[in-house]
């Protein structure tokens, strides 16, 4: 199992998020969208689509977000933006009302980002956000799986994002199952055999 072992000094706790495929939400309940402009990309709410409202109960004052699976050779695009314009040709960027400048972005590793805001000026309940995430590399993401987290107020805590367990398919939980019935019945016949 891949694992990022990701400490940042005064951001700890936690609300932690994973997804996988073309749409979703969040937790605490922000919608996120792959390329619904055409594009290599990843947003919330999605790329060109707009603003969505922090329905957290805290601040947030950091974004750590990590992709598994990318097409070979994609990885996140160091082009970040440098306004709060964000759209198609915005670049990697994550902003909040009242849009005074982007969160600084810190590339973890190929595949994973976190967004700093710090305490001075954190993302409130209620406040209207954007985060664009672009992909470099030649293929068009069309699908992802991630894993990630919102940074609140609180002590100093590692985070560790893991590849979320894919789903079985429906046909190798049938051969378990019919496997797991067979062993019993074995372990059946031979308890009676002994009797």
Known sequence: ???????????????????????????????????????????SPGVGVGVIPWNGTVDAIGFVIQF??????????TKYGTNCNGGSGGGTV??????????KPDLLSPTSIAFLNGTDDPMTPG???????????????????????????????????EQPAPTPEPASVLL??????GLAGTLRRRLQSRK
Request: aromatic share 14%; net charge negative; charged share 5%.
């Open 94 to 103: 994550f902003c909040n009302s009242p849009y005074s400048g982007p969160w």
């Open 68 to 77: 598994f699976g990318l097409p070979s050779g994609d990885v996140i695009s």
């Open 1 to 43: 199992m891949m694992a990022l072992s990701i400490a940042i000094t005064s951001y700890a706790g936690t609300i932690a998020f994973r997804g996988s495929g073309t749409t979703g939400t969040l937790a605490p309940g922000e919608s996120w969208a792959v390329g619904i402009d055409g594009g290599s990309d990843w947003g």
């Open 127 to 161: 406040d209207d956000f954007f985060v664009n995430i672009f992909f470099t590399g030649g293929a068009t993401v069309t699908h992802v799986t991630f894993a990630g987290g919102w940074y609140t107020s609180g002590t100093a805590l590692p985070v560790v994002l």
């Open 176 to 181: 378990l199952t019919g496997g797991l019935l």
